[in-house]
């Protein structure tokens, strides 16, 4: 990985951790903040596929609120541990 997408990473998991679920936009908004610079969409959906991808994310449907929700796994919370 690049320094860029370890600090995307990160700041992804760390959002998650912290919060517990979060939606794509609210994730993305995070991983803005943290780097100090815009996340072009087809980038956050890409880290959030990878986060999928890896088994350090998952995601849920919310059936009251019809939304679809991002958390950590355990695996995704030794790969902030090792970042």
């Known amino acids: 990985m690049t320094p860029d997408e370890i600090i995307q990473v990160k700041a992804a998991l760390n959002a998650l951790d912290r919060v517990g679920r979060l939606q794509e936009k609210t994730l993305l908004d995070h991983i803005e903040i943290a780097q100090c610079q815009p996340l072009p969409t087809m980038d956050g959906k890409r880290l959030i596929r990878k986060l999928l991808d890896k088994n350090w994310a998952g995601s849920f449907k919310d059936p ?12 995704g919370r030794n790969a902030l541990l090792s970042l």
Do not use: H, R
């Not at 009251?64 to 695996?75: G, H, M, Q, S």
């Open 64 to 75: 009251v609120l019809e939304a679809i929700f991002y958390v950590i796994t355990p695996d």
